[in-house]
């Protein structure tokens, strides 16, 4: 069995020594708060060491496998050991080489400590499986976990928003929805959606980027690699929360992390 443990953890109170890059944690009444939202920082610190990355509000991991039979096995697994938590927090998506898991507290669109201690649990009881839960930043990877949001830009948001959620089926965001609040994808599938605001409209450039959101340590390769494949660095001004690529056509893309973000 894994040593491996969240700094985060709904268990009996204790004080957790400092490990390497990670957070010290003394159990107090907030720590055992299950609902608590996390920052960034601490959700990244929280499960690192467990094989998940914090992706863009959520806890996301991969588990290799042989066969879909096995993949589904692993699901059960997971949602066994999340128990009466899996609805609202764990989604699930199974393929005949991986399993992908992604943790998030749905009611609030963020990660909260009950979803850092899930992710201990199920990553120790994949441990006693000997297989390995893994974020996929190592070369011989296909690709890390990563999500994916569609960025739109407009001058009048709140007159462009009802068609994008009409045309894509969508729903407002839990406890976001403002007129120019996100959309996401009401069976978590497709990307969510997000709206820049423009003052003048983008005559030169597309007004629509995808932003490919990926493990903090991930980016720099990830980052690499499209350079690699033609593609060149338009800004890294706001590094290492985005990097803003384009194709030789001068069609963009983002790569972006949590980090860089918090004040």
Not at 56 to 72: N, P
Not at 200 to 222: C, F, W, Y
Request: aromatic content about 4%; glycine content about 6%; proline content about 5%.
């Amino acid at each position: 069995m894994s040593t491996r443990r969240s700094t985060l953890t709904l268990r009996a109170p204790r004080t957790t020594a400092r490990m390497p890059g990670a957070i010290m944690v003394v159990m107090t009444e907030q720590a055992h708060d299950a609902n608590r939202k996390l920052s960034r920082q601490e959700a990244s610190e929280a499960v690192s060491e467990l094989g998940w990355r914090y992706v863009l509000g959520a806890f996301c991991t991969s588990v290799k496998v042989t066969s879909i039979s096995q993949a589904g096995d692993i699901a059960a697994l997971a949602a066994d050991v999340a128990g009466a938590h899996a609805d609202d927090h764990l989604r699930i998506d199974l393929r005949r080489d991986r399993v992908i898991l992604t943790l998030q507290t749905l009611s609030v669109a963020a990660v909260t400590a009950r979803d850092a201690d899930l992710a201990d649990r199920i990553s120790s009881a994949i441990d006693d499986l000997e297989l390995q839960p893994t974020p996929g930043v190592d070369t011989d990877a296909r690709r890390s976990v990563q999500l994916i949001e569609i960025a739109i830009d407009a001058i009048d948001i709140p007159s462009i928003r009802p068609f994008w959620k009409a045309v894509m089926g969508y729903a407002d965001e839990a406890d976001r929805t403002g007129p120019k609040d996100p959309l996401v994808d009401p069976l978590g599938q497709g990307p969510a959606i997000w709206f820049q605001q423009m003052d003048t409209r983008r005559l030169e450039r597309n007004r629509i980027h995808l932003d490919v959101s990926v493990p903090h340590d991930e980016a720099q390769r990830r980052v690499q690699a499209a350079l690699d494949a033609g593609g060149t660095l338009v800004s890294n001004a706001a590094a290492p929360a985005f990097w803003v690529l384009a194709d030789d056509e001068g069609n963009e893309a983002c790569v972006t992390t949590w980090q860089g973000r918090d004040s």
